[in-house]
């Protein structure tokens, strides 16, 4: 990392599937992520439930999983959204960086979210994926292939970090420099904005 403007990260949102997986190593990893966390003094901000990781731990999780004990108690301190959507805005605005680690479609739903508001220039918070034993390697296949079809840009391809050790993509998260689309970054998110820039609709998204 010499040499390399660093990124203050304290918090990190992790996406991670409700199951555990059929690898132990999914499970594994996903307690030593928690180990390097903690000795980097870096916060976990989750989705709620029974995870359990090192450090302090904020879990947000809709009121909608908390009936009958749906998905267990939740680590560390937790607040209660009433939709979906809500929690992932929530996971975005108290979080520095993002992580997914192996999971379902929730998981890829909650990446995906992430990367196409970092392509719209709602955040420009680093995000990256825990590729353990190549569970991902599929998917970033298809990522590059999206790009070779000419449906993703070079430039939105950056936003998409991933690594195979956890030390390695908190290195790069703390490493990432965001790099905005010129037409993209003049749209007006903010909700008192009564009116968004218009988009040159030849550009590719």
Known sequence: MEGVS???IKKICVFCGANSG???????????????????KIDLVYGGGKLGLM?????IIPSAFTVNNLVGETCGKEIKVATMQERLVMMMELSDAFIALP???GTLEELFQMISWA???IHNKPIGVLNINGFFNGLLSFVDHAVKQEFITPRARKIL????????????LQAFRFES??????????????QKEKLDLTLRL
């Open 55 to 59: 450090g302090q731990v904020l879990g």
């Open 119 to 121: 392509q719209l220039s």
């Open 161 to 172: 970090i991933s690594a195979t050790t956890a030390d390695e993509l908190v290195d790069k």
């Open 181 to 194: 689309d010129p037409a993209l970054s003049k749209l007006k998110w903010s909700p008192s904005s009564s």
């Open 22 to 40: 059929k690898d132990v190593a999914f499970v594994n990893a996903t307690f030593h992520l928690g180990e390097v966390l903690g000795k980097r």
């Open 103 to 105: 999971g379902g479609f």
């Open 6 to 8: 660093v990124r203050k």
